[in-house]
């Protein structure tokens, strides 16, 4: 028998992760009894979780607390579309044991594709080489362009996303430096890194690439002095968080080191306030969060839990189920 099942998320969130095919799919292996719904819409009408065994969610998706749990007395699985499940959880749904699978392993398919085509652009010095003919009116010389022949590219965490990125790095010939206190040995020789402490990441790299999680634990990790110590000509990229960065010293660095770029996918807040000099400083490169998955690349997510939803019907354990200890240390 088809497990029961709903979708419970946003309405963009739903139209982008679960597209026709995948509701298709999904509506073949579990019998959805009812129109996607919001947080808000389940709230408003908590009947309609009662016969829920497996949830479907993503951005937007509902907190597991009390309340939500005891309308649900029957839900087994939820399936999130999407990253981090940390807004979502709390101690009721842990205790309760329901597994939840999130799509955080396919999100870094698409944050480690970004990264890897900043890191290579850096390398050749490519934001600089932008600004200087804009604000010039003509090309800046060809000067401290370290390129991809052994040069050095800094990863800072090695979970799925740093990981990742190390594996594209590969094909190239590059040495990388790596900082995680929690890698050992032998899992920096098969991503083929060289462990080392943050400050020499920093001081050796021809490009860092930050991806840490934000937690308690590494809010304001990235100082100033860390950017100051950086090579001539070299170039900081952050994927990750921007609550990992102290970011008023960062700008008081960059204004030190204008030779220094740093590319900014994420910012804290976000975006950067009005007026802040991050939106002005000629050697900051801004994106608007665009690193994670995008329109199409959503798919990828939805198609992860189609796979995750075929493992529990069969009694197979999930590829990318979170534990309640898992989820102390992911984004």
């Given at each position: 028998?088809?497990?029961?099942g709903l979708f419970i998320l ?179 020789a098969e991503l083929g890194v ?138």
């Amino acid at each position: 028998m088809k497990p029961k099942g709903l979708f419970i998320l946003d309405k963009y969130a739903y139209d982008v992760i679960y597209g026709p095919e995948e509701r298709a799919e999904i509506a073949r292996l579990a019998d959805i009894y009812a129109p996607q719904q919001t947080a808000a819409d389940a709230a408003a009408n908590p009947a309609v979780l009662r016969d829920a065994e497996v949830i479907f969610s993503g951005w937007g998706g509902p907190k597991m607390d009390d309340a939500f749990l005891a309308s649900a007395p029957r839900l087994k699985a939820v399936f999130y579309g999407a990253g981090s499940i940390r807004y979502m959880m709390t101690d009721a749904f842990w205790i309760r044991g329901i597994a939840i699978s999130s799509a955080y392993g396919v999100l870094a398919v698409s944050v480690g594709e970004f990264a890897l085509a900043g890191i290579l652009f850096s390398l050749k010095r490519g934001w600089h080489f932008i600004m200087s003919a804009r604000r010039d009116g003509k090309h800046a010389p060809h000067e401290g362009v370290a390129g991809a022949f052994g040069s050095t590219v800094g990863i800072i965490s090695l979970g799925m996303v740093g990981r990742r990125v190390c594996g594209l790095l590969k094909q190239f010939d590059l040495r990388v430096l790596a900082y995680d206190p929690f890698a050992d040995a032998r899992s920096a020789a098969e991503l083929g890194v060289e462990l080392c402490p943050l400050d020499e990441l920093f001081r050796r790299s021809d490009v860092v690439s930050l991806h840490t999680p934000w937690l308690k634990e590494t809010e304001g990790m990235i100082t100033g002095e860390h950017l100051r110590m950086m090579k001539r000509g070299s170039t900081f990229i952050n994927t990750s968080r921007g609550a990992i960065v102290r970011e008023d010293e960062m700008i008081e660095a960059l204004r030190a080191r204008p030779d220094v770029y740093a590319v900014l996918d994420v910012t804290h807040p976000e975006p950067p306030v009005a007026g802040s000099p991050l939106w002005t400083l000629p050697n900051v490169v801004l994106t608007p969060h665009v690193a994670g998955p995008m329109e199409g690349e959503c798919r990828r997510m939805g198609q992860a839990m189609i796979s995750e939803l075929k493992r529990f019907i069969a009694g197979e354990k999930l590829q990318w189920g979170i534990t309640r200890e898992m989820s102390a240390k992911l984004a």
